[in-house]
């Protein structure tokens, strides 16, 4: 097989076989609007099919997957509009320290009013994913452009590739062995480790996705004040995400030493850069140390690696092709190739490190297994005509589009069955909705575990007991919130639960009184402030129903 001399010298079976001005070659440089467009399409459709089969019984969540955290999303927009700018859990009433998190949620809550419906929030957000994914095609073109020159059929395919793939994990449960192995496919869970479920749900990922790839383009190119931009926008989505684009920036300085115009510009802006991380970080690692609410966020936020065999599943497939595509690439293009290579070394050390969060630096992995796969298939190929009679030139694509096409159609089943918890009892939804509009902001309530998520999304209240990563002691309260509801508990029991966890309103519903059957309508202190339907809330003994937090 011979090899190709240079990447743009090689045709692929698409394009460059068509006069330039032809509709098909127009389409295919066009390939960021149709591809912006489809997957706009594509990942919203199922939400509009959700909000349609909502009913009289049951409320669409607006979300389809990993809702509890999507619930916690619309609670930090709320923090926004109660006035805050540095985010604070809503998922507790203790005191904390204001840290320079979520900052992208909590800077679209000062679009709304504290008290704003819900469904306002939800619409907010899911303009902000569409933009974000906008904002990440942009990315990718321009890097796409740079890596494939003048072939804009390899770069949307690319595209497709980062925006939707996902890995073979899933071949466990066929083979029957999903319960064996102990774990869950990456590409069901982990949106840094492919590019589906971020786009479909999680705008600060895509968000953060884009900007570090435009910042390694924008510093390559000399852009040193874009890059500069985007390096400090990346701390308002994803912080950890600074991580492969230190490295790129490290690697094209390396590689590129006294070839890529002013060393003193270039190391100047990479100083500028790790200063404004290093600061961001060094504040984050000291409040952890002083403040036990974000202590126990950080401990209770373990993302660790997973299973040699997950990764095997998730990434290895592909593996042949980008060994080929690497080694080629190098050849081609070395200086965006190299490093490339460079961050993916570092990375299979880092991710081995024993901290909490070293699933997360998988980040970025999987558009580099596209970038190289592309460059196997359409850089070696010694012809179209032979591209074409090789069926297997397109089966690592169609590998990688199986996974998101399992989890789009059973998303797609539920959003027309409602049931939790993509759906919500639409009577206890009407009740928090409500409430919202005479609680006092900040106000803690106390709830179980499924009301307590929810209530800070739709009303400005705090819970003590919500998510599980953000609630300090998540485990051991909600066994004791358990027992609050129980008619045996002492009533100074209850008192000492209810002044330590500084609660303000005691919210009581179908699902609290299925954790026992003490009723507060007969319990003596607790002074009912609102009734709708099966829902009631109460003012508890001693409270002083204030906000506590700006």
Same mark, same amino acid.
């Given at each position: 097989m011979a090899r190709a001399s240079a990447l743009p010298g090689r045709s692929t079976p698409d394009?460059?076989?068509?006069?330039?001005?032809? %509709?098909?070659?127009?389409?295919?440089?066009?390939?960021?609007?149709?591809?912006?467009?489809?997957?706009?399409l594509l990942t919203t459709a199922p939400y509009v099919r959700g909000a349609l089969h909502a009913n009289a019984a049951w409320a669409f969540t607006g979300f389809?997957?990993?809702?509890?955290?999507?619930?916690?999303?619309?609670?930090?927009?709320?923090?926004?509009?109660?006035?805050?700018?540095?985010?604070? !859990?809503?998922? !507790?009433?203790?005191?904390?320290?204001?840290?320079? @998190?979520?900052?992208s949620y909590i800077l679209l809550g000062h679009f709304l009013a504290p008290r704003a419906p819900y469904h306002a929030f939800l619409g907010l957000f899911q303009a902000f994913r569409l933009v974000a994914l906008v904002g990440l095609v942009a990315a990718l073109h321009r890097v796409l452009a740079w890596i494939f020159p003048g072939r804009p059929g390899v770069q949307s395919?690319?595209?497709?590739?980062?925006?939707?793939?996902?890995?073979?994990?899933?071949?466990?449960?066929?083979?029957?062995?999903?319960?064996?192995?102990? &774990?869950?496919?990456?590409?069901?869970?982990?949106?840094e480790a492919f590019g589906f479920l971020a786009v479909w749900g999680l705008p600060h990922l895509t968000a953060a996705r884009g900007l570090w790839l435009y910042g390694?383009?924008?510093? @390559?190119?000399?852009?040193?004040?874009?890059?500069?931009?985007?390096?400090?926008?990346? %701390?308002?989505?994803?912080? %950890?995400y600074i991580v492969p684009l230190a490295l790129l920036w490290l690697g094209s300085t390396w590689f590129d030493r006294g070839t890529a115009g002013p060393e003193r510009s270039r190391l100047l802006v990479l100083g500028l850069g790790f200063t404004l991380w290093t600061a961001y970080w060094g504040?984050? %690692?000291?409040?952890? !140390?002083?403040?036990?609410?974000?202590?126990?966020?950080?401990?209770?936020?373990?993302?660790?690696?997973?299973?040699?065999?997950a990764l095997a599943l998730a990434y290895g497939p592909w593996l042949p092709w980008v060994i080929v595509g690497g080694r080629a690439l190098a050849q081609t293009r070395p200086r965006v190739t190299r490093p490339v290579l460079l961050w993916l070394a570092a990375i299979a050390v880092l991710i081995w490190l024993?901290?909490?969060?070293q699933r997360r630096l998988l980040e970025g992995v999987w558009w580099a297994w596209g970038v190289f796969t592309a460059a196997a298939l359409f850089v070696r190929m010694p012809s179209p005509a032979a591209q074409r009679s090789r069926a297997w030139t397109w089966l690592p694509f169609g590998l990688a589009a199986l996974s998101p096409i399992i989890l789009w159609t059973t998303a797609w089943r539920a959003a027309g069955h409602p049931q939790e918890p993509i759906f919500r009892p639409r009577a206890e939804?009407?009740?928090?909705?409500? &409430?919202?509009?005479?609680?006092?902001?900040?106000?803690?309530?106390? @709830?179980?575990?499924?009301?307590?998520?929810a209530l800070p999304a739709y009303a400005p209240v705090r819970a003590p007991v919500g998510h599980p990563v953000e609630s300090p002691a998540w485990a051991a309260r909600r066994v004791q919130v358990r027992a609050f509801f129980q008619p045996d508990t002492p009533e100074a029991q209850r008192r000492a639960w209810l002044k330590a966890w500084r609660v303000d309103y005691l919210w009581w519903g179908p699902r609290e009184r299925a954790l026992?059957?003490?009723?507060?309508?007969?319990?003596?202190?607790?002074?009912?402030?609102?009734?709708?339907?099966?829902?009631?809330?109460?003012?508890?003994?001693?409270?002083e129903a204030t906000a506590r937090f700006p």
């Open positions: 394009e460059t076989q068509k006069p330039p001005g032809s %509709l098909r070659a127009r389409f295919l440089r066009a390939w960021p609007w149709w591809v912006s467009f489809m997957v706009a389809l997957f990993a809702v509890d955290d999507g619930l916690s999303y619309i609670a930090k927009m709320r923090l926004g509009a109660q006035g805050a700018w540095c985010f604070r !859990t809503p998922y !507790t009433t203790e005191p904390a320290l204001g840290l320079p @998190a979520f900052g395919l690319v595209a497709l590739w980062t925006l939707l793939g996902g890995g073979l994990g899933w071949l466990l449960y066929p083979l029957g062995w999903g319960h064996l192995a102990g &774990w869950a496919p990456l590409s069901f869970y982990a949106p390694w383009w924008a510093y @390559a190119h000399r852009h040193y004040g874009r890059a500069l931009v985007a390096a400090g926008a990346i %701390l308002l989505f994803q912080p %950890l504040y984050m %690692l000291w409040a952890r !140390t002083v403040d036990p609410v974000v202590r126990a966020w950080d401990a209770q936020n373990n993302v660790r690696m997973v299973p040699w065999g024993p901290t909490s969060v939804v009407e009740a928090m909705e409500a &409430w919202a509009r005479e609680v006092p902001l900040a106000a803690g309530v106390l @709830a179980s575990y499924p009301s307590s998520i026992g059957a003490w009723d507060p309508r007969t319990a003596a202190g607790y002074e009912p402030v609102f009734h709708q339907g099966a829902y009631w809330v109460f003012r508890v003994p001693d409270s």
